[in-house]
Each structure stands twice: as C-alpha cells, then as structure tokens.
C-alpha cells in the first residue's frame, strides 16, 4: 500500500543489479537488500530457478525475474495462483524490451487493418565497434562460460509456414550476414524456440517469426572451431591437473602428442586450427586472413569470407597474444576443458576501463496491408554503454527489471495478478514502456524504403 514500506530482495550482486537497485532506491518506501553469496551461486541460480520460486509460494513472496519462462517455472502457475502471488518474468532487454516494442507495433498494425506475415527480431550484446578488438569481436560483462554456451542452443523457428530446427552443433554454420545500419557488421542466427511467439505476440497469420542474436562477423566461426577442438566440453576430464601448459592440454584434447608427427598433422589440419585456446590466433588463420583468401572450414560450415573489420581484430591480437599457446600454464577451474577456458577469457576479453558496450536490438515487421501492399516497417534500439556509469546490457536489463518491480509492488493490476506471467499484453507492456521511455531507453520505429 502507498506510504508503507516495502521489502525487496534483489538475488545477486553483479553488473545488472546496480541500475536496477538504483531505480528502487528512488522510492523511499522500498528497503532494498541485495544478496549474493559467491559466483558460483550465481551461475547456478538460474537453473534453480524453479526451487527460488517455490520458495516464494511458501512464504507468499512476488517474484520478479528478467529470465524467459521455463517449463519449470510455468509448471508452477497453478501454485502460484493459489498462493495469490505474482511470478513475473522476461523483464530485461531480451527479453523484455523486445516484447514491449513487438506488441506496440503489432498493436498498431493491426489496428489500421494490416497483417504480421514476416516477423524477425534480432539482438546482441557486444563491444562498442572501437572496442571489438579480439577475433571473438566479443567482450564479457558477463560469465563467459554462460555466454559461450548460449551460442550452443538449439533452434526452433517457423520459416515460410513450416517449422524449421537446427541441432545446437549446427547452430552457429546458420549465422549470415544481417543488415540493421551503417557502420556495423553483423551476422545474425536464430536462437532458442521462436514458434510460440506467434501466439504470444497474437500474430497467427504469420508465415515467418524468427528470433535470434547478433554477432560481429567471424564471430560464429571462432566458437565453432572452441567446439571442434573440444573447448567447451563441460564434462571433467581427470587428465586435466595443474601444471599443464596451453600446449599440454591442447595435445591431449586431440589425442596427439608433441612428439609425434600426428600432432603437427592435426594442428594443421584440424577446422579448429585457426583458433587457440589462449585466445591467440592461429597461424593458419591469420594466415589465411592476411592473404585475403578463404579459410576452407569457413566456407564448408557457410561462414564465408572473413570481413575487413574480422581481419582487423585478428592481426591485433595475434600480436597481443602470439606465443602464449607454447609455453604458459594454464590456470585450471571447474576440473574441465570449458571452465579452465572461461577464466582464461575473462583474463584477457573483459572490458577495459574506458570501454563501451553495445546492446543493439532490431524488430524487423513485413506487413501486407488491406490493398494488398507490402511494407517492412523496423523498430531499433542502439543502446551505448557509459563508461563512468552502467554498461548498457546492465542499463536496459536492470532498469526494466526495476520498473516492472515497482510497478508490481504499487498494485498495478496487469502487473500483479497472480500466477507465472511475462509481458505479452498491451496492458502490461505500455506502462512498462512508457517508464522505460522515460529513462533515455527506446526503440525507434523506421520504414524501409525500396
């Protein structure tokens, strides 16, 4: 009720949470307490996600969450409702911002007698261009072994009326070429099951609805050949002891060793060969970039030519980090091949003080009108981060999160109905929007022309 306190636990202490605690605090009513106990807890709270929310049945506690609906959590709707709780969820970026954007312009569409037939939503996460300078074209503001891992979902989507699926070892041979302005150079892949959306987005006459991520071009290339070579395996492996160098457990990975001419075969043979697993890059590739020719594994998988702004990224750093792979130790973690990489990667590819992040996130609408003509019509956010203040993946995520939470916690009554909610109504996304908008985070509506 207005003028009453109001308890809020916020579970993790980590780059999203301070925009959001920082929109909570504005409320002098709210007695925000965070809590985190260690990373390892941390990447572990989203799988266990279903037993915080049981949690909170039992106790009769709202739960606000920027995470999608798993089926673990929707199998608890009934409790929830039961309990009169609130479990709301998809209110960071993506999700989040991309539903309050998708359900206005469908809205309106609808509404002046047109219909959705391709619907495409893409985004990323990623460095500002002028901080892209590693062969990932990529930087982590978050854990690198959940970032890595999310390029090896599968995929569900619908393409011209059929559905369509890709197994999670194919996912990153789809990615191409994907226009959203000038002055970036993005690939795009579908990511995760988009063939729901067609109804929660309420756009049955839709042939095509694709979502997905957006990386720098090379991208995809590199994470498949960690996956080939073996990198992000997450099995442990008792082989895998402190004291190996790079080289050590990169032989062993193979099954090949120094000694042996199998070993250099391998090396120079193996798709993986242009990408080493201390982030140094390969001499076949850079090789093979500096000649401007094309890399045979690329072009096999779909990647194609490696860009200019790819080629760029790879001589710096083949620079930074030549003869690592040889001669250093590798710090072990976690006792497998994927973790001892991730803090490897958080070593060397975190944001430096100084550097932006880019959230950049594209709705991309065909829509045929009642006189027959066909328009693409494109929402946009370009959200850049602030150095001296929030990243802009902590921004868009967090300050969502902070809002829905607010607005729940004042009784808005689309907002805090019981049971497992996300926001794919009009009424539950306007006024999330509209606050949004407030905050400097907008996504700005475009026709295509031609």
């Known amino acids: 009720m207005p003028g009453h306190s109001k308890k809020i636990l916020v579970l993790g202490s980590g780059a999203v949470a301070p925009p959001c605690v920082d929109y909570l605090t504005r409320n002098p009513n709210n007695l925000v307490t965070v809590a985190c106990r260690t990373l ?7 799988s266990g996600f279903p037993r915080v929310i049981k949690s909170a049945i039992k106790s009769k506690t709202q739960v606000v969450t920027t995470s999608y609906v798993s089926e673990g959590i929707r199998a608890l709707d009934g409790a929830a409702k039961e309990a009169g709780i609130t479990v709301l969820n998809e209110v960071g970026v993506d999700p989040g911002v991309d539903h309050l954007y998708a359900i206005k312009k469908i809205g309106e569409v609808h509404a002046k007698g047109g219909k959705v037939r391709e619907f495409y939503s893409y985004c990323g996460g990623l460095p500002a261009p002028d901080c892209a300078d590693n062969p990932l074209g990529f930087k982590f503001s978050w854990s690198p072994r959940g970032a ?20 999670s070892t194919e996912l990153m041979a789809t990615a191409k070429p994907y226009y959203v302005m000038d002055g970036y150079d993005f690939v795009a892949y579908s990511n995760r099951d988009s063939v729901p959306f067609r109804e929660f987005y309420g756009i049955p006459e839709a042939q095509t609805v694709i979502r997905g991520s957006l990386r720098y071009a090379g991208n995809p290339a590199f994470v498949q050949a960690l996956a080939d070579l073996g990198w992000l395996e997450q099995d442990k492996k ?21 000694k042996d001419e199998k070993y250099a075969t391998s090396l120079r043979t193996h ?27 690329i072009a096999h998988r779909g990647f194609g030519q490696v860009s200019e702004q790819g080629r760029k ?4 750093f083949r620079h930074e980090m030549d003869g690592l792979l040889s001669s250093e130790k ?3 973690a976690g006792g497998n091949l994927l973790d001892t990489l991730c803090a490897q990667l958080e070593k060397l590819m975190s944001f430096k003080p100084g550097e932006r992040d880019l959230v950049m996130l594209q709705h991309k609408f065909v829509v045929e009108w009642a006189n027959g003509r066909v328009e693409t019509l494109t929402s ?21 999160c902070g809002i829905a939470t607010q607005l729940m916690m004042d009784g808005h009554p689309a907002l805090s109905k019981p049971g497992v909610l996300a926001p794919y109504s009009v ?3 306007d006024p999330i929007r509209a606050l949004l908008e407030k905050e400097g985070i907008k996504m700005v509506d475009a026709t295509v022309k031609g």
């Open 40 to 46: 390892a807890t941390a990447q572990k709270l989203s």
């Open 148 to 167: 890595l891992l999310s390029q090896r979902n599968s995929a569900r989507f619908l393409k011209n009326g059929e559905v369509v699926e890709i197994p």
């Open 238 to 258: 008792e082989w895998l002891i402190d004291g190996m160098t790079w080289a050590d457990i990169q032989q062993r990975a193979l099954g090949t060793s120094a």
């Open 271 to 297: 798709p993986g060969h242009f990408w080493m697993p201390t982030c140094t890059v390969g001499r076949r590739l850079t090789g093979t970039i500096e000649n401007g020719t094309q890399n045979p594994h």
């Open 313 to 316: 990224r790879a001589d710096h």
């Open 330 to 332: 590798a710090t072990i």
């Open 380 to 400: 946009t956010l370009e959200l850049l981060g602030d150095p001296q203040r929030y990243s802009g993946m902590s921004n868009s995520v967090g300050t969502t």
């Open 427 to 429: 009424e539950m996304c």
